[in-house]
């Protein structure tokens, strides 16, 4: 769904290849035991401010740029199989949105908007820090983490929307982005309503906007 929910802001393109790489998830790095510290490097490599969504995002379109070279995978720890799959779905959607005559506008670095088409999509998987620094999600107040291969995993944004959770020793949320709270009754006022987003006193540094700290 967060694919036509892109169409506003002119980022269709970027949207269906975020949704494709969503698509084979969990399978787009490994990580060899021998080689471990190399593979954890050329992972963190793709992270890219703003979340996990636009780290698939980067990982894919540095693999195009390679005119989808297996050998480019390879270096990389990226997995080959995956990212060939993830291009036909890619194929696939961007089919399915031509015969519905939306346009494959694009925008790389409208990074907002990109986000802001992910929070149109799963709007309902949002959840925010709490006073202890923990994650609550929105509607349900169930604990959750952020997962320990997040690009997230240190930076606690306040709010954030999960693609998935997984649940192991801890509930944890795979595949995580940071979004601004006002964008929930903004693309969701149906689902969302002022109180549900109003900010609870945080303790002095914890879970501040990026912005706020680089005052």
Aim: aromatic share 10%; charged share 25%; net charge neutral.
């Amino acid at each position: 769904s967060s694919g036509i929910n892109a169409e506003y802001g002119g980022v269709v393109e970027e949207i269906t290849t975020i949704a494709a790489m969503l698509g084979v998830n969990s399978a787009v790095f490994y990580r060899p035991k021998e080689q471990a510290v190399h593979a954890d490097n050329a992972r963190t490599n793709f992270f890219f401010p703003g979340g996990d969504h636009l780290t698939l995002l980067n990982v894919y379109d540095q693999w195009a740029a390679t005119d989808y070279s297996t050998q480019w995978c390879f270096e990389n720890f990226v997995q080959n199989r995956s990212m060939k799959r993830a291009r036909a779905i890619r194929d696939q959607l961007q089919g399915l949105l031509e015969r519905t005559e939306i346009d494959l506008l694009s925008n790389p670095m409208d990074h907002v908007n990109i986000r802001k088409a992910v929070t149109s999509g799963y709007f309902y998987h949002t959840a925010r820090l709490t006073a202890n620094g923990l994650y609550k999600t929105v509607k349900h107040q169930q604990s959750v983490h952020v997962h320990p291969n997040s690009s997230l995993f240190e930076e606690q944004p306040r709010w954030v929307i999960y693609h998935e959770l997984v649940q192991t020793s801890k509930e944890y949320m795979r595949q995580v982005i940071e979004i601004e709270s006002k964008w929930l009754v903004e693309v969701a006022p149906h689902y969302y309503k002022e109180k549900d987003i109003e900010e609870k006193k945080m303790p002095k540094q914890r879970g501040k906007a990026k912005a706020d700290l680089e005052r």
